[in-house]
């Protein structure tokens, strides 16, 4: 996601190729000065993550057991992964913060958060032996 870092474009205005930074956090709509002419930046949108302002949301999927059980989940990030604690008894749709995650904010210092939606799979096909437990666990409830 070059918008979170920054990039470098060449534009060409008037026939003169123009070399412009575009600066980390710039948004889609952005108006950057250059020169005597302003250029309007586009953002194409990432397959992962959703933006909203300097926030950005993912939806991460995990299994039953560790909704169930509690795990510790890689997550994508802007900088890489993170090891994510996932509690024991997670519903679907649990949404985590991961403060100072987000995007770079534009005009100050800082940046803004990421937001991780717990998205429960649950198997569509399961062996004898997953049915067997899982019927027994019903029992017990």
Known sequence: ?????????TIIHQGKEYKIKIPAGADDGTRIRFNEFYVTVEVKPDTR????GADIFIDEPITFSQAALGAVVPVPTLDGELKLKVQPGTQSGTLIRLRGQGMPHLQSRGRGDQYVRLI????S????RQRQLLEEFEEEN
């Open 120 to 123: 429960i799979n649950i198997p």
């Open 49 to 52: 993550f959703k933006r909203d």
């Open 1 to 9: 996601m070059e918008a979170a870092k920054g990039a470098e474009r």
């Open 125 to 128: 096909r399961l062996s004898r």
